[in-house]
T-cell receptor, first 119, second 111 residues
Framework: GAVVSQHPSRVICKSGTSVKIECRSL??????MFWYRQFPKQSLMLMAT?????????EQGVEKDKFLINHASLTLSTLTVTSAHPEDSSFYIC???????????????FGSGTQLSVL | RKEVEQDPGPFNVPEGATVAFNCTYS??????FFWYRQDCRKEPKLLMS???SGNEDGRFTAQLNRASQYISLLIRDSKLSDSATYLC????????????FGRGTSLIVHP
């Protein structure tokens, strides 16, 4: 089945630093990837939709200058948390879907997530 | 009203019990429905898709009721390993495809 790889799995950083998270689709080309954030005991909250070759679409309330998304190729999207603060500590998960609808194209495949802890 | 609503639980059941979760959705144009399972601090994993005719996979049965706009998940003969959070996911096709997640229902199966 489709595989999505996400790195790193865990990051501990100091306040004010920037952290980059990578999401790769390993065996399919993903024109669209999704970035979610999940706080403890909360649902996955969609942050943005990453579109290959164009600007990401951010959900209301998500600062695009703070959460930089780059989808430079059909297999890689990156999320950079700039000038991270303790309130940014969360579980970040990416997901992607194969491009062919009706052939499992509506199923999502998830990365393993990144636990970010900002001290 | 949230687009996808689930009772967060937790549902605390003994091994061997049958347990059912519901999930309601507000967008009548929703077309695809899924149940995902998520363990603590892990990524969600697809449990099963939900079809209009209903579908069964071993101890798990999923149903869709379009008229009342809800989907359900039934787990029979619960195992300790079924303890997890079960996420309902709804998508609306036709243009921009964005899956919407419920907040999840927590299941705890105890000996």
């Amino acid at each position: 089945g489709a595989v999505v790889s996400q790195h790193p799995s865990r990051v501990i950083c100091k306040s004010g630093t920037s952290v980059k998270i990578e999401c790769r689709s390993l065996d399919f080309q993903a024109t669209t990837m999704f970035w979610y954030r999940q706080f403890p005991k909360q649902s996955l909250m969609l942050m943005a939709t990453s579109n290959e070759g164009s600007k990401a679409t951010y959900e209301q309330g998500v600062e695009k200058d703070k959460f930089l998304i780059n989808h430079a190729s059909l297999t890689l999207s990156t999320l950079t948390v700039t000038s991270a603060h303790p309130e940014d500590s969360s579980f970040y998960i990416c997901s992607a879907r194969p491009p062919d609808r009706g052939k499992g194209g509506e199923k999502l495949f998830f990365g393993s997530g990144t636990q970010l802890s900002v001290l | 009203r949230k687009e996808v609503e689930q009772d967060p639980g937790p549902f605390n059941v003994p091994e061997g019990a049958t347990v059912a979760f519901n999930c309601t959705y507000s967008n009548s144009a929703s077309q695809s429905f899924f149940w995902y399972r998520q363990d603590c601090r892990k990524e969600p994993k697809l449990l099963m898709s939900v079809y209009s005719s209903g579908n069964e996979d071993g101890r798990f049965t999923a149903q869709l009721n379009r008229a009342s706009q809800y989907i359900s998940l039934l787990i029979r003969d619960s195992k300790l390993s079924d303890s997890a959070t079960y996420l309902c996911v709804v998508t609306t096709s036709g243009g921009s495809y964005i899956p919407t997640f419920g907040r999840g229902t927590s299941l705890i199966v105890h000996p």
